[in-house]
């Protein structure tokens, strides 16, 4: 893991939210805390991944790790419920490396939202 954990301002939190617990479950990615109006959201009981409330930021690119190709289409398939907006279906992106398998939707808040697996089905 090379990020410890990132923390964004969003315009709308509940909204927010609700797209991020949905999109985020297939990776085993949930909601663990709420405090001081955040939400942190992780996985092993360590939240990674917090927002709050706050004003739109510029749009920023967050990959998620998953740990198989089933993940990331499965992530995909909820963001894409959950409200977001394609960015890239879920294949292969060999001009990164030959294994990386990844999918991209667009969040509430325009940021380009990713899932990737490193590893062959």
Known sequence: MI????GLSLSDY??????FSKALAP???SLLIEAQGRS?????GKPGFWF???DKQVP???????DSWEQVRGF?????EAGGRDNGAPGLRSKYHPDYYAAFVVGPDGHN?????HVQA
Do not use: N, P, R, W
């Open 3 to 6: 990020i410890d954990h990132i």
């Open 14 to 19: 509940e909204a927010s939210k609700k797209f």
């Open 27 to 29: 990776l085993g990615i």
């Open 40 to 44: 942190g959201f992780g996985k092993g």
């Open 52 to 54: 709050g409330a706050g």
């Open 60 to 66: 920023m690119h967050i990959a998620f790790t998953a």
């Open 76 to 80: 995909y398939k909820a963001a894409l």
């Open 113 to 117: 939202i990713e899932a990737v697996c």
